[in-house]
């Protein structure tokens, strides 16, 4: 497990990130890194010249720590100064940042291709979507049940008031609503906390 120099909390994952070559990369902030001379190869390789000095051009004092043996890495520029890179001092490994991509593509020649260190998109987080449609829908269900129990309750209290009773029809009538109110909301309400729940009970 080797973290990012860059993003403490990501480890770094072997990818083709670099024509057909296996490197380790950062998903979250597409920097690579390059264990001993892996760099200094490929460099010498498109230059055409077997360079002999790979040392860190106007080299920077930086914060960052190598990912192998956690020492502090220096900043500065490999064989091109505008290619800066931090070069750990003990084991020699090279940290490039994904925005010094480009220009060491355009240095080794290579142009174009997927651009695989791109930071990966990470999917969304998934379970809040769904959520919320499935509260919203269990309100109807709930407003049933209290309009229809509410109304239950005000029939039973009609039905017990001696004086003033309604009419049977329109008693009837109401009261129909309001079991079938509640009924539907209890109905549904127990489909959707349990979907599927033909093994309810
Ligand atoms: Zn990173
Ligand atoms: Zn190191």
């Known amino acids: 497990m080797t973290h990012c120099p860059k993003c403490p909390s990501e480890t770094l994952v072997e990818s083709k990130c670099l024509g057909n070559l296996l490197l380790d990369h950062c998903p979250a902030c597409g920097g690579i890194w390059f264990d001993k001379g892996e760099l200094e190869a490929l460099l010498s390789q498109s230059q055409g010249q077997v360079s002999t000095d790979f040392n860190l051009l106007t080299p920077k004092p930086a914060g ?87 109304g239950l309750f005000y029939q039973v209290r009609n039905y017990l008031k001696v004086i003033e009773k309604p009419s049977p029809m329109r008693f009837f009538i109401v009261s129909v609503i309001c079991i079938l109110l509640f009924s539907y909301g209890l109905f549904s309400l127990l489909q959707r906390v349990s979907p599927g729940s033909s093994d309810k009970n």
């Open 64 to 150: 960052c720590e190598c990912p192998r043996c956690r020492k502090k890495m220096p900043r500065g520029g490999l064989v091109n100064p505008l290619l800066l890179v931090d070069k750990c001092p003990d084991c020699g490994g090279v940290w490039l940042d994904h925005n010094e991509l480009d220009l060491l593509k355009k240095l080794l020649g290579l142009t174009g291709g997927p651009s695989s260190g791109e930071p990966v998109q990470r999917p969304p987080a998934a379970p809040a979507l769904p959520a919320l449609p499935a509260r919203r829908f269990r309100l109807l269900p709930l407003a049933s049940i209290a309009l229809g129990s509410i």
